[in-house]
């Protein structure tokens, strides 16, 4: 029975033994996990309990971010084996469905995701996952890297769906974890210059230290003003929605220039309003995002030749044996952390 990292149930956390099924298919791969990052939801899993309509009912082990060594492979498995350093993508749809076969399938309305109720996450010493789902890491990617892959997917897939034009100008708004790897995308996909915003002075320290990257700070007066500013009243190309705060929504369509575009990646706890007349005068194009699709091997890609470093994100790594210890530094939300992981042994 392996160990694990289980949210008991709302505000407790154990290290423990739990039956899990670990049965190998003929497309699975059987992984050693070696790092795994936590991330908001998991928190948010921790100190609320449930997110949404996913509601903690069960011990469930936590952990959706995470990267590892192929120590067995299924007898259906191709072009992986034993030895390979990956890392996996955490949502497992059903192939053949019709979002599949469009291509949407992280819209699949029977996917399933890793430390999702009821489903155990990888924050364990050992996981059974899809061949399909599971990608090697060249030499020069570490596990670090390799677990931050999940996030940057999100900023992959932002910068997909915002369709971005070489040299465009874009805002950021929340300099979170995902806004932050939503900006290095973006830079990474074509903009000239990213701005960034959010209310903790230090978040927008670590996201100016790359290039490319412009902080809005509240010295130089309201988000509005300082892109009125910068772009001579035009507004910029595009627009990032990464905080989650219904606060962002006001006066968002001033932001943007006529037929710019606005990302929707944060998520808000409650329903927001939005002036749509506002946005209909400029014919803003508006996009949403939910996870990722497709976009793995890109963002791996990016981290292999050296166009995107998450390195920087990394704020502190604890043992396994310290994992509780590391939620409750993560439920704590200071500042100056951006992304805690765990290294496994």
């Known amino acids: 029975m392996p160990t694990a990292l289980v949210l008991e149930r709302q505000g407790e956390l154990s290290l423990r033994d739990i039956a899990l099924d670990q049965t190998l298919g003929d497309n699975d791969v059987r992984i050693r996990m070696e790092v795994v990052g936590i991330c908001g939801s998991d928190v948010h899993y921790y100190t609320h309990g449930r997110i949404g309509p996913f509601v903690v009912n069960a011990p469930m082990v936590l952990g959706h971010e995470g990267a590892g060594t192929v120590i067995e492979t299924g007898t259906g498995v191709k072009g992986l084996a034993a030895g390979d350093r990956v890392c996996v993508e955490p949502g497992v749809p059903d192939f053949t469905s019709r979002a599949s076969k469009l291509g949407l399938y992280n819209l ?68 979170g974890p995902i806004g932050i790897v939503v900006a290095l995308a973006a830079l990474a996909g074509g903009c000239a210059e990213v701005l960034i ?23 130089g007066g309201t988000v509005s003003e300082q892109i009125a500013k910068a772009t001579d009243f035009w507004g910029v190309d595009l627009v990032f929605e990464c905080s989650g705060a219904g606060a962002a929504y006001d006066g968002i369509a001033d932001l943007l220039r006529p037929g710019g575009a606005l990302v929707l990646v944060g998520m808000p706890v409650k329903p927001v309003s ?25 963002a791996i890609g990016l981290l292999a030749s050296g166009k995107i470093d998450v390195k920087p994100l990394i704020t502190e790594t604890f043992d396994f044996a310290g994992s509780v210890a590391a939620f409750d530094r993560a439920a704590q939300g200071r500042p100056t952390d951006v992304k805690l992981q765990i290294r496994m042994r």
Request: proline residues 8%; aromatic residues 6%; contains cysteine.
């Open 197 to 219: 915003a959010d209310p903790m002075e230090a978040k927008l320290d670590v996201a100016e230290r790359y290039d490319g990257i412009t902080a809005l700070r509240a010295a």
């Open 274 to 298: 939005v002036d749509i007349v506002a946005l209909q005068a400029r014919e803003i194009r508006i996009e949403t995002v939910f996870r990722y699709a497709n976009v793995y091997d890109r």
């Open 108 to 175: 699949d309305p029977t996917l399933t995701f890793w430390a999702t109720p009821p489903v155990h996450g990888c924050l364990t010493p050992e996981v059974v996952h899809p061949a399909a789902l599971t990608f090697r890491l060249p030499d020069n990617v570490s596990f670090a890297e390799g677990a931050m892959v999940e996030p940057l997917a999100v900023g992959m897939q932002a910068a997909v769906k915002a369709r971005i034009t070489p040299g465009d100008r874009a805002l950021v708004l929340g300099a």
